[in-house]
T-cell receptor, first 116, second 112 residues
Framework: GAGVSQSPSNKVTEKGKDVELRCDPI?????LYWYRQSLGQGLEFLIY????????KSGLPSDRFSAERTGGSVSTLTIQRTQQEDSAVYLC??????????????FGPGTRLTVL | GENVEQHPSTLSVQEGDSAVIKCTYS??????FPWYKQELGKRPQLIID?????GEKKDQRIAVTLNKTAKHFSLHITETQPEDSAVYFC???????????FGKGTKLSVKP
């Protein structure tokens, strides 16, 4: 079946502009995560959605970052007034809440954001 | 806050040798410890995971050990091959929640 997809694959923007990154999780997965991976670094947790519960926003680095998940499926990560330090690969992952792969997170290909 | 430390940051081995990567975690409520492999320009992919009710798990050339008392877990790759070259990330779940805290990664190079 289809895996996690993200769009765009690459985004180049100017400092100060807003950007929207999209994630389509695996169908039926109730949990969705956003991570950020800076060049040569590990994965930094940003935000977590689980079903209809309030999202865990504890990883968002500033109030310029926000995310929505509409209808329990597609998610959009928005970065307002982008800064050069926002340049990174933004990865989305989804997880089933049942079955043998209960804990496994499946990652999308990422969106590479470059802020000039 | 919760933290996962991973060592070494780089590891170079000869083909056929073993490779060991070690991680420690701080959250005593963590009960799930996956290892992800990320090839250059690709997405992270799960290679093996372990839950806190077991001490060791093996899958062909890959094994993971967990010492919950010491809050240590390790990845062991035997008979390494050039295609094992990648960045490996350990992670621990944050308490009972699903989000993962990742280590900073180990770049493994296997020389033919």
């Amino acid at each position: 079946g289809a895996g996690v997809s993200q769009s765009p694959s690459n985004k180049v923007t100017e400092k100060g502009k807003d950007v929207e990154l999209r994630c389509d999780p695996i169908s039926g997965h109730t949990a969705l995560y956003w991570y950020r991976q800076s060049l040569g670094q590990g994965l930094e947790f940003l935000i977590y959605f689980q079903g209809n519960s309030a999202p865990d926003k504890s990883g968002l680095p500033s109030d310029r970052f926000s995310a929505e998940r509409t209808g329990g499926s597609v998610s959009t990560l928005t970065i307002q007034r982008t800064q050069q330090e926002d340049s990174a690969v933004y990865l989305c992952a989804s997880r089933s809440k049942s079955g043998s792969s209960y804990n496994e997170q499946f990652f999308g290909p990422g969106t590479r954001l470059t802020v000039l | 806050g919760e933290n996962v430390e991973q060592h070494p940051s780089t590891l170079s081995v000869q083909e056929g040798d073993s490779a060991v990567i070690k991680c420690t975690y701080s959250d005593s409520a963590s009960n799930y410890f996956p290892w992800y492999k990320q090839e250059l320009g690709k997405r992270p992919q799960l290679i093996i995971d372990i839950r806190s009710n077991v001490g060791e798990k093996k899958d062909q050339r890959i094994a993971v050990t967990l010492n919950k008392t010491a809050k240590h877990f390790s990845l062991h790759i035997t008979e390494t091959q050039p295609e094992d070259s990648a960045v490996y990330f350990c992670a621990a779940n944050r308490g009972s929640q699903g989000n993962l805290i990742f280590g900073k990664g180990t770049k493994l190079s296997v020389k033919p």
